[in-house]
Every structure is written in structure tokens, then in C-alpha cells.
């Protein structure tokens, strides 16, 4: 601590300044007299903002934004732009070993004012510190342990440091190094209070009268201020929001908002208190000037007084810097002149010609050199003050006694530990130098007295706590008394708490209080030691918010590529030294200076040649200023800018801006005068040269010295507030919760739109039922029965428990009858009826402790669980069950078992259900004779052997109703005991019949069955019923005469024609022809996990599962007989047979020839593979280029941000991300644009006619389209994902990262933008995320599912495709990372597609009348509408149709069903949705009522696959449902031809007709009646199959296809259709019938493929031609649509 003091005392109250005053009342020092000589009312140039243009020879040089002057060597690592200095020491170490040291030791010839008017000149010609963009660290690693930077001694702390901006075009070998930017001019022309571009400078302007504006009132002011009152006046509020640097205060650490700012020319112009007040400033002395010139020209407008009153301020201000502060920093310079600024027209080296009428020379280069910026110019950081006086001085007019107002050393919200450390006894220390004062008289008064020499200071008694009386005695002569007062608002202001916050000093005080003080307060001493404001406590980020200035110093010396110490002496024409101890003169004299250049030889390891500038610049310092380096660089500077400088203001003669009586007035203004003409300064408050220190400034007689009021002593860091602490921040704060918070969001966002589309499915589903229930009869039965009812007389509800302890219920009533049946239902649905006629006894279970709930336990049955809803309804239902009971001759049993013993022994249906499958596998093991099985179930299940089926499950087996003629039959048949069930023995006899049995026993099981009054006969009328019976099973209707004739035709053929009633053996020959089929017959036994065997499956496995490739070769006609009849003769999955043998059709006479079979299965896939490349090679071909061209984008993307932009900033932020982001986003732009083409139905309709139809797959537009939009969405969600790692990366960045990032988004200064910010606040994120959800809506609803039950959000959602291309735009459009590319991939498909859309939007305007509307049965519509006079169209083409009766914006395809040749246009709709439902009852007459059918809106013909069906030699056509109306067009176009004449290119149609039944369709039966009348050559084959029979070789279809194929042979047509063609039952077998037809046409090439009708039978057409195509022979090209 005696250390401290001492060191304190030596700097402390340099009284000094006190001279000897003379003994009567002061005069005043003079003012100069302005008189307002302006010119005449001429015109001027006025120089610009920007510099541009000053030099017309060189219009670059001095501009902005133009790179730095070298002066010296390069010096960069690699001699590129690698910084230099990689073997220097760390910066961190130099500074505190050369750099530290206690401040309070003032400078004897410099003001602190002296140092920030220096400063606010730096700023004016310099402004290198913006960081280069992208931003490039080069963090300056912390020593351990540093004792403000690591003091935990973690030893990883890093100070964060940017690079300079360069110019870009630099940097790129060493012939062409990187260059640093100056952002404003090296010009002295205002730029700190103008602002260096034009927009700058017009936001500071009133555009009132020349002037400024300014603020309406500061709160100093006591009212607004006046357009005169300058001493009041301060720069407007930047409301507008101008760009100032704006880091966070250190104080306070927290962003403030950029507005708090006031108006000034230069960005960091708010850096400082004491910056800004040389701001404010020159602000009122240009407002000083337009109203002095307004004055003169009263009738100038406001542009005329602004650009004059800017050039006397610039000139006024090149007059001050020059004349007055210059040779005060430069003094070594200047001793040739006298101490003076050399003349403008006698610089040597600088002057055009020496003592020329000019000193303007424009061979200079006036750009700031690199060393000046990064070394020289810096020196000023030696003179900074850690904290600086205020003050403010009121002057006695009478006795011209002063009192000056000091303010405390400590701040009111400040604080200093050290002080109250001191405090010994604990007390608060009032916040007043006088306790310093008084600390300091009593402790060390003597030391004092000895540093003083001469000069006594005494404190004569106290006035007051806050008052003191100094009396300056000399050689024993009182010269003056000066009274020093506290004001407690004017406390010192410590540098390192007043950055970026000035306002809060200077909007109490005004600003002349700070000239006051600085003006009275000494700069630091030119030494070696940095104040701690700069060297530790200077401002930084937000993330390290204290840094060392002087480390930055050196560092951006090495950013710059500056050399050694030595290198830059050399170039200035300056002898290298050659140890440390030569760098400066006082080294061994002075103990200071020696030890100070020791500690920097110690640091570079006494190796000068690795000296930084900066360092070994500084230790040449000496109390005279800069050393000899440093003058020759700055001198150099200064003198460079005044001579290239055209406009200087005394180079009047050339500019003609001022005349001589103008120069003369700006030369007589002084810096004193002009503040005291701008500020509220008493006269005689501030010495004549402001930055002179008083001590300089003492007269002979000390007659300048009582002037004003000198410092109290020299401020140290130890007595103002402390400098808050280095803090850290983390950016990714608050985004830690956005991040996962939005992702969640959006997944949710997802799921919710999958659930809104199922809920809209299932509304649509149930709406469609509806519609369809109330367009048609109601076909629901009444239930028969009497209600089982509460006492209210309505129906009792309850509840069935249908798993007994599960909670599974549903609700349920109960009716009784007709006969012995109890059924349980709920609204019109029964769920089951209880069969009690073979029933006996039934108990009753009612639950002990439960009173509710009730159990009927029925034998052979599972038990009925019912749950009422009050006791009393539980006793109702009881006695009314036994009722019931006791009316229908059952008895019954009542058990009152406790609940849990209740459900625990229930037998429910889950346990039935159990219980029957294995009944049903123990059967039908044992028919298979596969006794491990079956004895295997029985052991498992010894209830087998007893159970016994109910006639409902009987039924249920076999997929039949309960009360069909046949179960009845078949189960009395069954029921050999008639005890009313059938047990596991009557079950296994009747299939052992089936499955092994001879024709003639099934045969007998039929006779049995349908000889009711078992007469041993079947009666004509019997057997009439018989069939009829089949035929109700499948819904199958013959007219009644047709069905006479087969009978008849029958008897007759069997020789029973006289004959009414037939016996077994009758029946035997009638059936005799059809003893094949009846050996194959079986019975399918369906809703049980079992599999039916049969043994002459097993028997002709073999054979029949070998291709009849493998086969013997067999005759043409016998291959023939089987190409169509033997490829239907396989019927089920469970049951692979075929073979069967049917009467012959009529195929064409086409050769055939043997083919090669491949030997292997390889060898066979290989086949296949070939197969599908030569079908599909276009496709593959343009597959491959849309890949191909896919992933050379991505790579190309990622390549760019890989390598050519690796060192970029958010490249460098985000790491590999940017690189998967951008090459997601590309491809995503080129799949989204070439999707349209897709789109573009007129275009690819045309084009499919033309030849490049031959080499574009055009049909394949829909599944290219679905590829390409896949691919697209992989590359979404690619993007989506890479963006949300790369937005957690940006998320970690600091703001002005993210500002240079992302120079198209503006956020303020004080925002930390975080995750939600980029996503929402900028366009480029909000309409990313918009985007997302409406892709996510788009995709979601273009499934198939939602095709299928949500059509119409399907179109809606697909027509938001406007709003996402929009959306891309301006996803772009934000240019966050790059320029728009979208539309470079948009504007060709994009042009393409508005024209194919204008051409649809020109056609499907037009209204089209319908002339016919036909409601068909299966609820289709036949719609016939006038077809427009330009309409050409090809047989299997589709339009689009839209109903004014319904939306006319809502377009649904359709194909057409009308040829070419035709007059009207035809289309037939199914009603299968909300949309065809409404449309099909808007055409119902009873609801037209004689009103005109609704009018439509056409768009098309779009072309499709099937209108190329002539192309092929065989072609297969096969329409399922619906899907038949492509054909039937087709099949039109055929009869039209037939009839004309016409030539058909095909060699053979196969025309395959699925329908459920003949019914469905019967329209088309007329058109395929038409084929059949007029296909003479046989081209056309038609077959039609019937899925909703049964299996052709099942029992209940055997007798119907038997009497199909009799009566076509006695009718020549179908018994069910009416038409010759072949009729079917079930389904087709797509790969036997093409492995026939590939056989059948061997030498055809191609055989064209073409379907439409439900996914499944299309999926299965694809699948057999794949199958097919294994083999050689003809290949299958397959063209599909769904609906």
C-alpha cells in the first residue's frame, strides 16, 4: 500500500498550473472581432461526401471504401494474406509486460482535450475496423492465468478478433496481396458530422435554412431550444434508425437499442462521452456558420446555406487541426518552422513547386497508410485518461473571483473498491475529491510540499463540506484566490463505463462542462504505460465484453501484413537499429524508460528483428511526444492529405471557394472562440489554447494562469468508479427451448394434418353413404320381433360385454321372435340372433354384487354378457327373458354367482371363435389324413370332439346368409341326428365327400338336398328351384323364359323331355358331360384361418404347376383350344390347379413356333431384367437424365460451398451443412420447375402425336410427375433438416456475424436475432417455414388414400401449388445466403406451363350443353354433351369437366366413352363419391322438374396410353369396373371401322371385361353386342368375368357354370349376359392367360398391355406381364390408370 501512495503522490495535484497572479481584478482576454465578409452570390463546387472525384486524374484516390496506401513491405505469413508475425510473441504477453503501469501521471504540455480532439480526427479521416464478411478469426489466445482473462486458469480462453475488411479483388497471389479497406476518406471534409455518403448526410439535415437538425429539447434545457441558441443545442434522436456502431456497454453489458443514439456524420462518432461531444461540437459550429450566412443571404434557399455553411465548417475545421493541434502532437516536426505547421506552399516533398502560389499536389495519394492505421495513429492511447474531469466555472463580474465546480471523482451509481479499502474504519466515503484531498494533507502533506518546489498550497479552514479556499502563494506574494466547489452532478467520467453510453452524461450537463474539464485536466504522460481503460477494459462483443486494445493494436498490424520494427524505420528512410537499448534516447538515464525497453527486450527474446511496429513504435516515446518512427509516419500522413487535397481551404486561388477576406475570417478563428461562440464557457473560463496544459502556458507575469481553473490533481484509476468486469455471453440463449419447441410444433403440425386427413375420410365416407343411402330404396330389412322394452314402453338399451373382463362393450336392445329367436341389435344393425329351437335349458346369471349386470348362458353357443343401466331395468329384462322362455316351451335357470366369478367363467365369442378354428383344423387334418395334426389339435383342445356348429356359424363358414334355401337345405342335410347342430363328425363326413368323393356322390349330395319331401325324385319344379337358388346366391337373374328354355333344352339333350320328375339315377345323365367339373368340385369354407386341401391338387401338383413350355410339344389347334379356356382354369390361390378342359372358342389362326426356354432361374430373372429394359428403356433413359442431372446440381452446389467457398463465413459457421443445405436447395429448385412440365396436358397431347413421341414417353407424364415431385421431397425434407442444424449454428453467432452473413436481412443492432427470428421475422424464414407447411399439406393429401375418399381436398390442396411457387420466389427473394436461383430453373418450364394453362383457361370457359343424361343402374350416369366445333380427339382420351350446378372451379378427369366419329361427346360416371354423387342427382329428373340439364365446363382432350392401343400386332385391353370406359370408346372406334371398312393396324384384340356383376354395366353390353355383330375377321376377343361368383369349381357355381356352358351351346350367348362372348366366373388369372397368349403369338414382337380399373387388378396385370417377361417370346408392355 506505500507503494500505491507513493506512486499516487508523484501524480496527484499538479497545483503547478496555480501561477502567480497579478494583485488586481483580472481583465479579460481579448476576443477577436468576426466580421461576416462573405463573397458575393457566386456558385461553388461543392466537394462530395464520398471523396470520389477529387482528384479528376485519379477520381479513385481518396475515396471511400478504397484500400489502404502500403508504405512498407509486405510482410503476410505466405505472402498473400496469411497474417504476419507467426513467430512473434503472443500480443497478450507484450502488453502486460510493456504496456502496464499505474496512470495518474499527467502529461506536462497536453490537455485531455488535446487527446479526444485528437481522436474525433482519427475518426475523421479512418475508419479500418469494420470486420471483413465473411468474418475471419484470428482469436488471440489467453495466457494462463491472466489475471482479467482466465483467472480460474482454465488456460482455453480466447479473445475473439476479426480480420479487416479487404478488397476482394485482392488476396490472391503475392503479385497481388490482400488490401485493407478505408470505409470513409482520408479527407479532413466533415465526415464525423456529416457522414461520408449522401443518405447519411441528408437524415442530419432540418432542410431549413442550411442548418443541422437538432434536438427539440435536451433535458439540460429548461424550455425548446431556438434555431440560436447553439449552446443548447444537440444532434436529433436517430429515430430513423442510422447504422451507428453499436456494441453492448460494458457498464451495463446488455444491447440497447441503436435509437437512444444522437445524429452525427460518423458510425462510431457515439463511442465516448467525450467523442461525442466533439460532435455536438462541430454540429453547433455548422449551425453557427448557416446562420451567420442566412444573415447575409437572406433570400438563399436552404441547399445553397447547407453546402456553404459545410464548406466554411470543413475549412474552420482543416484551420484548427492544422494550425492548432498539430504542431502540438508533431512538436518534434516542427522545430524547423518554429513550432508552426510548415507553409502550404513550402513543404518540401509535398508542395506541387516549392514556394508556389499552390501547395496542392495531385501526384499524392492522400489514402491512409497501413502503418498510420495499424501503428502510428494509435500512439494517441498513451495520452487517454482513465477517467476525465468536468467542470464549470462562474465567474464574479465585479471582483472577477471564480468558483469552479468540480464533480466527485466517484460516480453516484459507481463504485471504487480501492476507496473503500482505505476506508479503515469502514465508513461510506463521500463521493468527493476532498476526501482524496484530505487523505492525502495528513498523510504525506510533506512529499507534497517537496514535489510542489516553489508553490505552497494551503487549505484555509472549510467553508463547508463541499467547499474549499485555495490561495496560490509565489516567491510569498498571494496572486489569487480560487474557491473550488463540489457538484455532485459532474462527476469524473471513467472511460472504460462511458462506452456507447455518452448520452447519459451529456444530456444533463451540456457538453461545455466536459470542454471545461478536459480542458483543465492533463493528458496521461507520454510514456510506455496504457490506462486500463484500453489495455484490458476497452469494449468488445457481447460475448467477451472487455478486450485489450493494445494486443488488437499489434494484432491488426499482423492481419494488415505489416513487418518488423526495423523493416518499417527502413522504409521511412530511417537507420535500423540494432538492439533494443538504440530505440530510445533516455534508455540508461531514465529508470522508467530503461526498464520499460527491458521488459520488450525480454518479450521478443532480444531479438529486434521480430519487434512489432506498434510495441518497439511506442518504446521510441518521449515526453516530447511520438518518437521518430512515429513522426515520420504521421507527418508523412497529415501532409500527404492537406497537399492531394483540391478543396483545402488555402487553396482558395485554385478551388475558388473562398476569396481572401473569407480565408482571412476563417483564419482568425481560434478553437477558444469557436466554443465559446457554440457553448455556454464563460470567457475567461478556458485558457487561449485549449490544448495547451496551463503549466505551458504561464506569461511573465502569470497573467494567463488566474484565468481558469486548473485540475485539482491527476485522475488514476485508483480514485474513479472500477471498470465492470469482463463478462461472457452465450447467443444460443433463448434459442435453446425456440429450436426444439418449433420442430415439435411442426412435427405436430404434420401429424395433425394426417389426422384431419383421415377425419375428413371419414366424413366423406360416412356423407358418401348417406348420399348413396338416401339416392336409392332403402335396402335394410326390418328386424323382426318384439322389443324387449323399459318401463316407459320404449326399447331397452344396454350394453353387451363381449370379452367378458375386458372393458369391450357396445350398446344393444333385445328382441323376441318371431318363433325361437332372441336377437340383439342396435339401430338397424343385428349383431346376433340366438336360435333357441334345438335349445332345452337356459341359465340365467345375475351378478351378486353387481345389480346391473346379467349373463344367459346357451349351450353349443357362447354366452350373452348384457350390462344394464339401473337394477330395476335388470330386473325387467330378467323377467321378461323368462317370460319369453316359459311362452316358447324352454326352460330355464337362475345362478346368482359374484361378478369377478361371473366374467371368469363366461364363454365368449374371442373363445368361441378359439374353439371353432380348431374344430375346422382337426377337420379337415383328419380329411387330409394328416393324423399328427389333427391328433395333435384334439389333444390340445379336448372340446373339439364335442363341439357342435349353430346354423349361423354354419352359414358364416360358408360366406352365406342364414336364411338362404341352400344352408337350410345343406344343414338339414348335415344334421344326420337333428338335434339342430352339426357336430365334428357330420361336418367331417360331408367334407370327406367333397374332397374325395366321386362325382356321382356329390352328385347324390345335390339330388339329397333338393329333394325336399325326400321322395326319391327331383320334380321339373324342384329342380327349377334348385338353380334358382344358386343363382340368388350370387345375385345372378335370368329371365324366367330363358331359364324355361335351359331346362328344357337340357331334359331334352338327356332324353328326358316327357319326362316331369327325376331320379337319382336321372339326375346322374343329365349331369354325365359334366362329370369333370363335378369331380373338381368342392365346397370353400371362408372367415377361418385354415387352408382347404384337395386331393387332386395333390395328384396333379406336378403336372399342373409345370409350364406348358415344359411340356411335349402340342399341335397348333390344340394350343390354340387352350390360349383363352385353359388360362381361366386355375382358380384360387389356395387351390393352384388348372388345366380343366371346356369347350373350344373361336381364337384366330395365327403360326406359331417353338421357343427357347431359359434353362435357369438366373438366367430367367436376367431374361425378365432385359425384358423391362427394352420395354421401359425410355423411361429409364430420362430417369437417368433427371438423376444424373439432379446430382450434378447437388454436386455442383456442393462442391462450390465445399471448396471455392470453404473459407466463407457461413461455410465456415455451419461447417458441411451449408454444403448439404445448398445442394438440397438446387435440386429442390430443378425438381419443382421441371414438375411443371409435367403438368403441361396440352402440351403433352400435342407432342404425342408428333414423332418425338417415339422417343418421349409422354404416357408416363403422371408416374414421372409422382417421381419427380418424390424427389423433390426428399430433397425438402434434406433441406429442412440441414437448415435446422444450420440455424442452431447461426443461432451461436454473434449479431454482427450474422449482419455480414446476411447483409440482405436488416435487424437492429441491439436484436440478438435468435432461432425464431430467422424463421420468422425475415422473408427468407417465414416463407421457408409457410413453405414447409404448405408442402407438408400438398403432399400429405396427394396420397392415394386421399385421392380416393378426400377428392376435393386433394384438388384444393393441390391448387395451392400458386401460392408455393410464390412461396419460392420469396424464399429466394430474402437472399440470405445467395442470389435468387429458382427462377433460373423456373423460367423455362414456368413460360411453358402459363402458356399450356392459357390455352386450358381459353377453352374450359365455354359453357357445354348437355343434350341426354341416363341414370343407370350401379349407380352410373350416361352424360351426352354438344362436343365444341374445335374439338379432336382419339378414341381413349380423357377431359376434364367441371358442373356450374356444382363448383365451377372443380375440375375431375374422366374418359371419354364416345368415338371420334360421333356427333356428341359421352362420358359415364360412377357415383362413388360426395362430388359424382351430387353430379349424378343433379341430372335426376325428379329433381329437374323439367329444368334444363346443368350445363359443363370442358377442358381437353388429354392424351393417355390406352388411344396407342393400334400401335401393337396383340393387343390386350382389360377394364375392371368403371375403368371399362377407355374401351368402351375404343370398342366404338372398332365397330366404326368394321363398318366402313376401315383398316385396324392390330392383328388380334383381347378385350377382358371384369365386372362383380352383369348387372353393373349393362350399358356397355350393347356396344360389345356391336363388336360381336360386326367383327367378321374374328379380330375382336371378348371375355367377360363375373367376380362376384364363386369359384368356378365351388359347389354353388358347379350347376351354374354347367348350365352356362349348355345353354351357349344351344344359344350360341351367354345365359347371364345375352352376348356370345365367353362368360367367366371370379377372377382372371393374368399370368396363365399371358403365358398362353406368349405362346399363342411367339413371332409378335411386342404385345401391348393396356388396363384401367382399382389398384389391385392393375397391380396384378403388372405383376403377370413381369412374370411373363421372364421367358423369351414376345414382351409385355403394360400402360395402366387407376381410379
Not at 443 to 450: A, L, V
Request: glycine share 6%.
Amino acid at each position: 500500500m506505500a507503494r500505491l501512495l507513493t506512486a499516487l503522490l508523484a501524480v496527484c495535484i499538479l497545483v503547478t498550473a496555480l501561477a502567480q497572479p497579478d494583485p488586481d481584478p483580472p481583465n479579460p482576454i481579448p476576443r477577436v472581432p468576426i466580421v461576416d465578409n462573405f463573397s458575393g452570390d457566386e456558385e461553388y463546387e461543392y466537394e462530395s461526401y464520398d471523396g470520389w472525384y477529387n482528384n479528376p486524374a485519379h477520381p479513385e484516390w481518396g475515396g471511400a471504401d478504397m484500400p489502404l496506401e502500403r508504405k512498407v513491405p509486405i510482410a503476410y505469413f505466405d505472402g498473400v494474406f496469411d497474417p504476419s508475425g507467426n513467430d512473434r510473441p503472443n500480443v497478450l504477453v507484450i502488453s502486460n509486460l510493456t504496456f502496464e503501469g499505474l496512470t495518474g501521471r499527467g502529461s506536462a504540455v497536453r490537455t485531455a482535450l488535446f487527446t479526444f480532439y485528437g481522436q474525433q480526427v482519427v475518426e475523421e479521416i479512418l475508419d479500418a475496423q469494420r470486420p471483413g464478411c465473411p468474418p475471419e478469426y484470428e482469436n488471440m489466445k489467453v495466457p494462463l492465468c491472466h489475471p482479467l482473462y482466465d483467472r480460474d486458469c482454465r488456460g482455453d480462453a480466447e479473445i475473439p478478433f476479426l480480420r479487416s475488411r479487404h478488397d476482394f479483388g485482392t488476396g490472391y497471389n503475392p503479385n497481388n496481396p490482400r488490401q485493407q479497406l478505408n470505409e470513409i476518406t482520408p479527407w479532413i471534409d466533415g465526415g464525423l458530422f456529416y457522414g461520408t455518403f449522401k443518405a447519411w448526410a441528408d437524415v442530419l439535415r432540418s432542410f431549413s435554412d442550411g442548418r443541422l437538425a437538432h434536438h427539440p429539447r435536451p433535458l439540460f434545457a429548461r424550455a425548446d431550444v431556438g434555431a440560436d441558441d447553439f449552446a443548447n443545442q444537440v444532434p436529433q434522436v436517430n429515430d430513423v434508425g442510422l447504422p451507428f456502431i453499436n456494441p453492448p456497454p460494458p457498464a451495463n453489458h446488455t444491447l440497447l437499442e441503436v435509437n437512444r443514439f444522437w445524429t452525427i456524420g460518423n458510425p462510431r462518432g457515439n463511442e465516448n462521452a467525450f467523442l461525442l461531444t466533439m460532435g455536438i461540437f462541430w454540429f453547433r459550429v455548422h449551425n453557427w456558420w448557416a446562420m451567420r450566412l442566412k444573415n447575409s443571404y437572406s433570400d438563399h434557399g436552404d441547399e445553397f446555406l447547407y453546402n456553404r455553411a459545410r464548406q466554411f465548417t470543413i475549412a474552420t475545421y482543416q484551420h484548427i487541426t492544422y494550425r492548432e493541434w498539430l504542431p502540438l502532437f508533431l512538436e518534434n516536426k516542427f522545430d524547423d518552422f518554429n513550432g508552426e505547421l510548415p507553409p502550404y506552399n513550402a513543404t518540401p516533398g509535398y508542395s506541387a513547386y516549392f514556394l508556389s502560389s499552390t501547395g496542392y499536389n495531385p501526384a499524392i495519394n492522400p489514402q491512409i497508410a497501413h502503418i498510420y492505421q495499424s501503428a502510428a495513429m494509435r500512439f494517441g492511447h498513451t495520452l487517454v485518461t482513465p477517467a476525465n474531469w468536468r467542470r464549470r466555472t462562474v465567474i464574479d463580474d465585479a471582483t472577477g473571483a471564480r468558483t469552479c465546480y468540480f464533480g466527485p471523482t466517484v460516480s453516484n451509481s459507481g463504485g471504487n473498491q480501492g476507496l473503500r479499502d482505505l476506508n479503515m474504519d469502514n465508513e461510506e466515503l463521500r463521493n468527493s475529491y476532498f476526501n482524496l484531498y484530505d487523505r492525502f494533507r495528513v498523510n504525506t502533506g510533506d512529499y507534497i510540499s517537496e514535489r510542489i518546489s516553489n508553490t505552497a498550497l494551503e487549505f484555509q479552514g472549510a467553508v463547508g463540506t463541499n467547499e474549499r479556499t485555495v490561495t496560490i502563494v509565489e516567491n510569498g506574494t498571494t496572486s489569487s484566490t480560487l474557491t473550488y466547489r463540489v457538484d455532485t452532478s459532474l462527476f469524473a467520467v471513467r472511460t472504460c463505463q462511458s462506452y456507447f453510453q455518452p448520452q447519459e452524461t451529456i444530456q444533463y450537463s451540456n457538453i461545455g462542462p466536459f470542454l471545461e474539464g478536459m480542458s483543465s485536466g492533463a493528458t496521461e504522460k507520454e510514456d510506455f504505460i496504457i490506462t486500463p481503460d484500453l489495455r484490458g477494459q476497452v469494449f468488445g462483443p457481447l460475448d467477451f465484453s472487455r478486450r485489450d486494445l493494445m494486443a488488437i493494436n499489434m494484432q491488426r498490424a499482423r492481419d494488415h501484413g505489416l513487418p518488423d520494427y526495423n523493416t518499417a524505420r527502413f522504409a521511412y528512410g530511417l537507420v535500423k537499429l540494432t538492439g533494443f537499448e538504440q530505440i530510445n534516447p533516455f534508455y540508461g538515464i531514465d529508470d522508467e524508460v530503461t526498464a520499460a525497453i527491458e521488459r520488450i527486450r525480454d518479450a521478443y527474446d532480444d531479438d529486434i528483428s521480430k519487434c512489432d511496429i506498434w510495441a518497439c513504435g511506442m518504446a521510441e516515446t518521449t515526453i516530447n511526444g511520438p518518437g521518430e518512427l512515429f513522426s515520420e509516419i504521421l507527418f508523412d500522413q497529415f501532409m500527404r492529405v492537406r497537399h492531394a487535397d483540391r478543396f483545402w481551404y488555402e487553396n482558395y486561388e485554385h478551388n475558388e471557394l473562398f476569396n481572401e477576406e473569407e480565408i482571412e475570417m476563417i483564419r482568425s478563428l481560434t478553437f477558444r472562440e469557436l466554443i465559446l461562440r457554440v457553448t455556454d464557457i464563460e470567457e475567461d473560463a478556458i485558457q487561449v489554447n485549449p490544448f495547451m496544459f496551463v503549466g505551458r502556458q504561464n506569461g511573465s507575469d502569470g497573467s494567463e494562469v488566474q484565468r481558469f481553473c486548473p485540475q485539482p490533481f491527476q485522475l488514476s484509476e485508483l480514485w474513479t468508479d472500477d471498470c465492470k468486469a469482463l463478462q461472457n455471453f452465450d447467443y444460443y440463449t433463448e434459442s435453446d427451448y425456440q429450436i426444439p419447441l418449433i420442430w415439435g410444433l411442426s412435427f405436430l403440425y404434420a401429424a395433425s394434418v394426417v389426422m384431419v386427413l383421415f377425419l375428413l375420410a371419414a366424413y366423406n365416407q360416412h356423407r358418401t353413404a348417406t348420399l348413396l343411402a338416401s339416392a336409392r330404396p332403402s335396402r335394410a330389412k326390418k328386424i323382426e320381433g318384439t322389443d324387449l322394452t323399459d318401463g316407459l314402453g320404449g326399447a331397452m338399451i344396454a350394453l353387451e360385454l363381449r370379452a367378458g373382463l375386458k372393458s369391450i362393450s357396445r350398446p344393444v336392445s333385445i328382441k323376441f321372435g318371431p318363433g325361437k329367436l332372441i336377437t340383439l341389435y342396435n339401430g338397424g344393425t343385428v349383431y346376433r340372433k340366438i336360435d333357441l329351437r334345438n335349445q332345452v335349458t337356459i341359465t340365467i346369471q345375475r351378478a351378486f354384487d353387481d345389480h346391473r349386470l346379467l349373463c344367459l348362458k346357451i349351450p353349443h353357443e357362447y354366452d350373452a354378457i348384457i350390462r344394464c343401466g339401473n337394477p330395476d331395468d335388470r330386473a325387467t329384462m330378467i323377467q321378461k327373458i323368462e317370460a319369453f322362455l316359459d311362452e316358447i316351451n324352454i326352460g330355464h335357470e337362475t345362478e346368482e354367482p359374484v361378478k369377478n366369478i361371473l366374467l371368469a367363467s363366461a364363454f365368449t365369442k374371442m373363445q368361441r371363435q378359439e374353439l371353432l378354428e380348431a374344430f375346422f383344423k382337426a377337420v379337415f387334418s383328419e380329411d387330409a389324413q394328416e393324423q399328427t395334426s389333427a391328433g395333435s389339435v384334439v389333444r390340445q383342445r379336448k372340446d373339439v370332439l364335442d363341439c357342435e356348429l349353430t346354423r349361423e356359424e354354419f352359414a358364416e363358414a360358408m360366406s352365406l346368409n342364414s336364411d338362404s334355401l341352400f344352408v337350410d337345405q345343406m344343414f338339414q342335410l348335415i344334421d344326420q341326428d337333428g338335434n339342430g347342430f352339426v357336430s365334428f363328425r357330420e361336418f367331417l363326413d360331408m367334407i370327406v365327400i367333397f374332397s374325395r368323393g366321386s362325382p356321382e356322390d356329390k352328385l347324390k349330395l345335390m339330388f339329397d338336398m333338393y329333394d325336399v319331401d325326400k321322395s326319391g325324385s327331383l320334380s321339373r319344379d324342384e329342380f327349377r328351384n334348385m338353380l334358382k337358388g344358386m343363382m340368388e346366391l350370387v345375385n345372378a337373374s335370368v329371365n324366367p323364359d330363358q331359364l324355361d328354355q335351359l331346362i328344357d333344352s337340357m331334359f331334352a339333350a338327356a332324353g328326358f323331355q316327357n319326362k316331369q320328375n327325376l331320379t337319382l339315377e336321372d339326375f346322374n345323365v343329365l349331369l354325365r358331360d359334366h362329370k369333370e367339373e363335378l369331380h373338381n368340385a368342392r365346397l370353400n369354407i371362408t372367415g377361418y384361418d385354415v387352408d382347404v386341401p384337395d386331393a387332386s391338387i395333390k395328384e396333379k401338383k406336378a403336372e399342373d404347376d409345370q409350364p406348358s413350355r415344359y411340356r411335349a410339344r402340342e399341335t397348333a389347334p390344340a394350343r390354340a383350344r387352350r390360349t383363352i379356356i385353359k388360362a381361366y382354369s386355375r382358380t384360387t390361390k389356395q387351390d393352384p390347379r388348372g388345366g380343366q378342359p371346356v369347350e373350344p372358342t373361336v381364337t384366330a389362326d395365327i403360326p406359331t413356333t417353338k421357343r427357347n426356354v431359359p434353362a435357369t432361374p438366373i438366367a430367367r430373372y436376367f431374361a425378365s431384367f432385359k425384358r423391362w429394359v427394352e420395354n421401359y428403356k425410355l423411361h429409364i433413359f430420362y430417369l437417368s437424365m433427371f438423376f444424373l442431372v439432379t446430382g450434378a446440381i447437388f454436386v455442383e452446389r456442393a462442391y462450390y460451398y465445399s471448396v471455392e467457398r470453404e473459407n466463407a463465413g457461413l461455410r465456415r459457421i455451419a461447417g458441411y451443412g451449408v454444403t448439404i443445405t445448398r445442394g438440397a436447395a438446387s435440386c429442390m429448385m430443378w425438381a419443382y420447375s421441371v414438375l411443371l412440365l409435367t403438368m403441361a396436358r396440352n402440351f403433352i397431347t400435342f407432342l404425342r402425336e408428333t414423332p418425338f413421341n417415339q422417343y418421349v414417353p409422354f404416357d408416363a407424364a403422371v408416374s414421372f410427375h409422382k417421381i419427380i415431385a418424390l424427389t423433390a421431397l426428399f430433397f425438402t425434407i434434406m433441406h429442412c433438416i440441414g437448415h435446422g442444424i444450420n440455424f442452431y449454428h447461426i443461432a451461436t453467432q454473434t449479431a454482427n456475424d450474422l449482419t455480414c452473413l446476411f447483409r440482405e436481412v436488416f435487424h437492429r443492432t441491439h436484436t440478438l436475432p435468435k432461432f425464431s427470428y430467422w424463421l420468422f421475422l425475415t422473408a427468407t424464414g417465414f416463407a421457408g417455414f409457410v413453405l414447409t407447411l404448405v408442402t407438408i399439406v400438398i403432399y400429405v393429401f396427394a396420397v392415394q388414400y386421399a385421392r380416393r375418399y378426400v377428392f376435393q381436398a386433394f384438388w384444393f390442396t393441390h391448387h395451392w401449388y400458386y401460392v408455393f411457387y410464390v412461396l419460392m420466389f420469396l424464399h429466394g427473394s430474402g437472399r440470405l445466403v445467395q442470389d435468387p436461383l429458382f427462377g433460373n430453373f423456373f423460367l423455362g418450364p414456368g413460360i411453358v406451363f402459363a402458356i399450356d394453362q392459357l390455352i386450358s383457361v381459353g377453352r374450359n370457359k365455354v359453357e357445354i350443353v348437355v343434350v341426354r343424361a341416363d341414370l343407370l343402374p350401379s349407380q352410373v350416369i350416361g352424360v351426352y354433351f354438344k362436343r365444341p366445333i374445335t374439338f379432336e380427339y382419339k378414341a381413349g382420351q380423357w377431359v376434364r369437366i367441371a358442373s356450374l350446378a356444382q363448383n365451377p372451379g372443380e375440375y375431375h378427369p374422366f374418359t371419354l366413352t364416345s368415338a371420334p366419329h360421333e356427333e356428341h361427346l359421352s362420358l359415364h360416371i360412377r357415383a362413388v363419391g360426395p362430388w359424382t354423387q351430387n353430379f349424378r342427382e343433379s341430372f335426376n329428373p325428379a329433381i329437374l322438374r323439367g329444368q334444363p340439364y346443368p350445363k359443363l365446363l370442358l377442358d381437353g382432350p388429354f392424351g393417355e396410353g390406352h388411344q396407342d392401343w393400334y400401335r401393337f400386332d396383340v393387343a390386350i385391353l382389360v377394364g375392371g369396373g368403371i375403368g371399362v370406359t377407355p374401351f368402351a370408346s375404343i370398342l366404338k372406334e372398332l365397330v366404326h371401322r368394321f363398318s366402313i371398312g376401315g383398316r385396324i393396324q392390330s392383328r388380334k384384340v383381347y378385350f377382358i371385361w371384369v365386372t362383380r356383376t352383369q348387372h353393373q354395366f349393362e350399358w356397355l353390353t350393347d356396344i360389345i353386342r356391336e363388336v360381336e355383330e360386326k367383327d367378321v375377321k374374328n379380330l375382336v376377343e371378348i371375355h367377360i368375368f363375373i367376380t362376384q361368383f364363386f369359384d368356378k369349381f365351388d359347389l354353388r357355381t358347379t350347376m351354374l357354370y354347367i348350365c352356362e356352358r349348355h345353354f351357349q351351346k344351344i344359344s350360341g350367348k351367354s345365359l347371364f349376359t345375352g352376348l356370345r362372348s365367353v362368360t367367366h366366373f371370379g377372377r382372371p388369372d393374368f399370368s396363365r392367360f399371358f403365358d398362353s397368349l406368349q405362346e399363342e403369338h411367339f413371332l409378335v414382337p411386342k404385345i401391348g398391355v393396356f388396363s384401367c380399373g382399382p389398384p389391385g387388378m392393375t397391380k396384378n396385370v403388372e405383376a403377370a406381364c413381369a412374370a411373363t417377361n421372364r421367358y423369351e417370346g414376345p414382351a409385355f408392355y403394360h400402360h395402366f390408370e387407376n381410379f
